[in-house]
């Protein structure tokens, strides 16, 4: 009689998200906080890539160095909007070449001015499609492995969708066309989650949508992705870090709001949680304290040590 094997254990998925510097004081501090969250053991760190490639080198250049000098295992952001597709294969193929083996597919917004070409690509879900066939193109050097593709997913309705149905539809034909899970963008209340959960489920959606979330430390970041995301902001929250006697007040109201939100997904299914840091390592690694999310053992470690 065979004795069965008792199932591995099962952590939440954790992972931040990170901008290539501007500046050399910029990337001075982005590696304090690159070393800083690497001790937590994040699952995956995504950097992002500005529109028609305006960052690639510098974007390329911290994925070369994530990969070379941490035990961070880098999710590089691919925007479409704008580009060819000679020039998204080529950068498809370039990110396997390297070393990346996660890509977040994006369509990317055309800037306000409209001052991008239009590109060959018009949606996220045709750039899926494209990374698939450059992996296909390389998979002796794969190991027969596979490249590992996300995409975004809105918990409220898209600005530019006619429903949030149709974002749900949307979500659906990313994942035919090869996506393996999603990340949500920003939200504010806890019903937002559970409702893109429950009508993605009933579409036929099943990869793992990870919830993101930024922590609510500052108002003018609020209002400002707010207004970029196209959600109303929630006031009450708004009203209490304006009311807050002292910034060690605001900080503590926001960071307990984050873990709330956090906390709620978790309870109502999430895989995991994705950070938005803004490059900032403090008020991430606080959420993370309060959250107290299980974590696998350090590599070399058994799980009694």
């Known amino acids: 009689m065979s ?8 952590y939440p998925a954790l992972s931040y998200e990170l901008f290539p510097p501007r500046s050399t004081s910029a990337e001075v501090g982005l590696w304090k906080t690159i070393r800083a969250l690497e001790d937590t053991r994040p699952d995956f760190v995504s950097v992002t890539y500005g529109a028609s490639g305006s960052n690639r080198d510098t974007a390329v250049g911290l994925l070369e ?18 580009n060819s597709l000679a020039y998204l294969s080529e950068l498809v193929d370039e990110l396997i070449s390297r070393g990346v083996r996660g890509i977040l597919a994006l369509r990317g917004d055309q800037p306000q001015d409209r001052s991008l070409p239009e590109g060959d690509l018009q949606f996220a879900s045709e750039l899926v499609e494209l990374i698939r066939r450059v992996e296909r193109s390389r ?22 969708s006619p429903s949030f149905e149709h974002d749900i539809e949307v ?10 899970f999603a990340i949500t963008q920003v939200f504010f209340a806890p019903t937002h989650y559970s409702r ?11 990869i ?16 400002r992705l707010s207004e970029l995301a196209g959600i109303d902001i929630d006031t009450q929250l708004r009203e209490r870090l304006m ?21 709620a997904a978790l309870d109502d299914g999430a895989p995991g949680i994705h950070i938005y840091t803004f490059n900032e390592h403090a008020a991430a690694l606080d959420v993370l304290d309060r959250l107290d999310l299980s974590r696998p053992p350090a590599p070399g470690l058994s799980q009694s040590a």
Not at 196 to 206: E, H, I, N
């Open 171 to 180: 979500l659906l034909a990313k994942q035919a066309a090869g996506a393996d």
């Open 243 to 263: 009311n807050a006697g002292n910034d060690a007040q605001r900080r503590r109201i926001g960071i307990q709001a984050t873990v709330d939100l956090a906390h």
């Open 139 to 160: 998979t002796a050097h794969l190991c027969a492995g596979k490249v590992a593709v996300g995409v975004a997913a809105y918990t409220t309705r898209h600005p530019e």
């Open 3 to 10: 004795v069965p094997y008792p199932p591995p254990p099962s």
């Open 65 to 82: 160095r994530l990969l070379d000098e941490t035990t961070l295992k880098p999710l590089a952001h691919l925007t479409c909007v704008g």
């Open 208 to 223: 793992p949508i990870i919830p993101g979330v930024i922590p609510f430390t500052s108002v003018r970041r609020l209002e």
């Open 196 to 206: 893109l959960l429950r009508t993605a489920r009933r579409a036929g959606v099943d």
